[in-house]
């Protein structure tokens, strides 16, 4: 049973990951080859040959085109096979299918599905990674569990309580209330948790002693993007309010691109609007989300395991769910819009 929609864009790649070299990736289990063009464009061909299926990714580049490693076809940019060995005519049908692509926010997005309906003004919005009022970095996390639960995971922070307790995570987070909120292809989850102690990692990004009024807000969008608006000021500042000037804000930038049926690409990024322009500080929040994430990677892939060990077994769901029960359900909306059919225990309402 198919879990994820095509008809979607999904990050592809980081853009610093896709060069001039063949880069073979599978994406929405279908394996892909990504290069650049001379000109730095991004291309996205299937990575079979038209010919006999050996992997274009295991050939070479000549020019803006692919040379296939095993008879020398090769192919355009457009996947259309521009030379065959020994015959003067090209058989027309001589292609490979191309993939729409969107370089945006730092990402290569791929279009998987109709390419008809490949529309870049869908493409998630992630300006936090290139907007010069923020700074940040981030990584591409290989987890070997389902996409979906990386999204149940994010919809609900109250983990942080026990998988992360120590650097972002404190009782706050498991006693404060939230509120869950929904659109058709966003489901938004705010937690506010007013004058308490802050856990370390904020305590040190604030670099002010006292209590504080700490928030998130979590944003989904169909199928597999997440931005999390989080935070502290000092309490009693107004941020709740929306007076943030004396606190610290981060958003963190989640899109998962599911690689088969129970593995998928996780990029992420931490971008703040605090102490800019400072390296180190960037390169030691990246290293220190980088650890909270193999935490939750832990979690999510002994989860995936012991799905697959207990065929049958269903999810319950508590109050702590309802934003992964709305992302869940906006995704089962896409998946049967595109003919897929759709598990029941996840479409009950
Ligand atoms: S398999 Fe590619 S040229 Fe023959
Ligand atoms: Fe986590």
């Not at 996780?266 to 390296?279: E, P, T």
């Amino acid at each position: 049973m198919q879990g994820f929609p095509l008809n979607a864009w999904y990050a592809a790649a980081w853009d610093t990951e896709v060069k001039r070299e063949l880069l073979p990736r599978t994406l929405c289990n279908q394996k892909i080859v990504l290069y650049r063009t001379e000109a730095g464009k991004p291309v996205a061909l299937a990575d079979a040959c038209w010919h006999r299926l050996v992997p274009l990714s295991r050939g070479h580049l000549k020019g803006d085109e692919v040379v296939c490693p095993y008879h020398g076809l090769v192919f355009n940019p457009q996947g259309r096979c521009t030379f065959m060995p020994s015959q003067e005519t090209i058989n027309p049908s001589a292609c490979v299918r191309s993939y729409p692509l969107v370089e945006r926010h730092r990402f290569i997005w791929i279009w998987p599905g109709d390419p008809a309906l490949a529309d870049p003004a869908k493409v998630p919005d992630l300006h936090w990674n290139r907007d010069p009022e923020w700074e940040g970095d981030g990584k591409r996390i290989h987890a070997k569990c389902e996409y979906r639960l990386v999204v149940d995971n994010l919809m609900d922070l109250t983990h942080e309580t026990f998988v992360h307790n120590g650097s972002i995570g404190n009782e706050a987070v498991a006693e404060a209330p939230f509120t869950t909120t929904h659109g058709d292809r966003t489901a938004t989850v705010t937690r506010w948790m007013r004058d308490i102690e802050p856990p370390p990692f904020w305590r040190a990004q604030l670099g002010k002693p006292g209590n504080v009024d700490r928030w998130q807000i979590i944003r989904f969008e169909a199928p597999a993007t997440i931005v999390i608006d989080v935070g502290v000021a000092p309490a009693g500042t107004g941020a709740p309010e929306g007076d943030r000037s004396q606190g610290v804000n981060g958003m963190v930038m989640n899109t998962l691109t599911p690689e088969t049926e129970g593995t998928c690409h996780y990029f992420w990024a931490f971008a703040r609007n605090y102490r800019l322009r400072d390296q180190a500080l960037t390169t030691e929040i990246c290293e220190g989300v980088s650890t909270i994430f193999r935490q939750d990677e832990d979690i999510l892939e002994a989860q995936q395991r012991a799905i697959e060990e207990n065929p049958g077994r269903i999810f319950y769901n508590l109050n702590i769910d309802s934003g992964s029960m709305w992302a869940r359900k906006l995704i089962d909306r896409m998946l049967a819009a595109e003919g897929h059919p759709v598990p029941v225990q996840q479409a009950a309402e």
